[in-house]
């Protein structure tokens, strides 16, 4: 019936495509990627392209009028030479609707290979650290409006210690002791915290969905960046230790010959201080872990289960993290 319906929905916004584009599509691909919302690879006789379709449902957590906004900049990125993929509007509208109402984007098909983590090559690490860091200069270079406060304001940690104390008592009426450690090992660490433990005051514009479903890359370098549906204002340091995450934490280790490798192709158009990787990675611990480390966590399918493998790693390591990383 899914796929029924899938289809369905294809006929609907190509039909709409031949209204406004004459777009005559020979084929049309599923990609399976993404939570909700569907895309497919159309073939034309003028090309490829990517039709993103926006879930209906998920359309609501979203402000349309950021929404807009965000594929405005991706257009500037794309304009500037940034390796995203070009976009179609028509009439200047980005976000195009069908007869029955399904809203939609069409969009550069971007040639490149998704990797697992751990099997980026330094060359393409080195590259990915250096496309990061223009992105966010070029987000950031005055032409982008300012925002007076980030997307994340970081709770006190008397917030997240009567949160995590909910979910312990969760896990422990639902029988679920194996997860206990685990909730007891966040209540300690927020314990032990403080805001001044994180460097906030380096707000600016970011992705806010740097991971490698996100990442397309070629032999040596990042061929595209995808999905700038996030993008919001909040900390450009989040991006550096999500694709860190992302991309170098195999059985149980960071590959710090990678973790250096970003780092230093992120240094071409940035300058860090000592300790920034070390604060980014713990901030991003303080957002992330709510979201991944919770009571039904066991029955996560998909990316949430390589975001939960990724905070209980930080939490278990969050105290050796200047250690491990030394200078980063």
Not at 199 to 207: F, I, Q, R
Request: glycine content about 4%; charged content about 25%; some cysteine.
């Amino acid at each position: 019936m899914e796929t029924i319906k899938n289809d369905s929905i294809l006929e609907d916004i190509l039909m709409c495509c031949k209204q406004l584009f004459d777009m005559d599509v020979t084929k049309a691909v599923p990609i399976h990627r993404g939570w909700l919302n569907l895309k497919w690879k159309v073939k034309t006789n003028s090309g490829n392209f990517l039709i993103k379709q926006f879930n209906k449902d998920r359309f609501r957590l979203y402000n349309e009028k950021e929404l807009l906004y965000t594929f405005s900049q991706q257009k500037r990125l794309y304009d500037e030479g940034f390796p995203c993929p070009k976009l179609y509007p028509n009439c200047n509208r980005f976000l195009l609707e069908s007869e029955n109402g399904e809203r939609f984007m069409v969009m550069e098909f971007c040639e490149g290979k998704l990797h697992a983590p751990g099997t980026v090559n330094e060359q393409q690490m080195f590259d990915l650290g250096k496309v990061t860091s223009k992105m966010h200069c070029l987000l950031n270079n005055g032409a982008t409006r300012k925002k007076k406060k980030a997307e994340f304001i970081p709770p006190p940690p008397e917030k997240r210690l009567e949160h995590w104390r909910s979910v312990r008592k969760e896990v422990k009426a639902a029988g679920n002791l194996s997860l206990l450690p685990t909730i007891e090992l966040q209540l300690s660490l927020t314990e032990k915290m403080s805001l001044t433990d994180f460097n906030l005051n380096e707000t600016g514009w970011a992705h806010r969905d740097l991971f490698l479903d996100n990442i397309l890359f070629a032999e040596s370098h990042v061929s595209a960046i995808l999905d700038f549906d996030r993008m919001k204002y909040d900390y450009p340091q989040l991006d550096v230790a999500r694709a860190i995450m992302s991309a170098t934490l195999l059985h149980h280790s960071l590959n710090l010959s990678l973790v250096q490798a970003f780092i230093e192709g992120y240094k071409v158009e940035q300058t860090i201080g000592k300790g920034f990787l070390t604060k980014a990675l713990s901030l991003l611990w303080y957002m992330e872990s709510t979201w991944w480390i919770e009571p039904n966590m066991e029955h996560h399918k998909g990316p949430p289960v390589r975001f939960a493998e990724e905070m209980i790693w930080l939490s278990e390591n969050f105290l050796e993290l200047e250690s491990i990383l030394g200078d980063l």
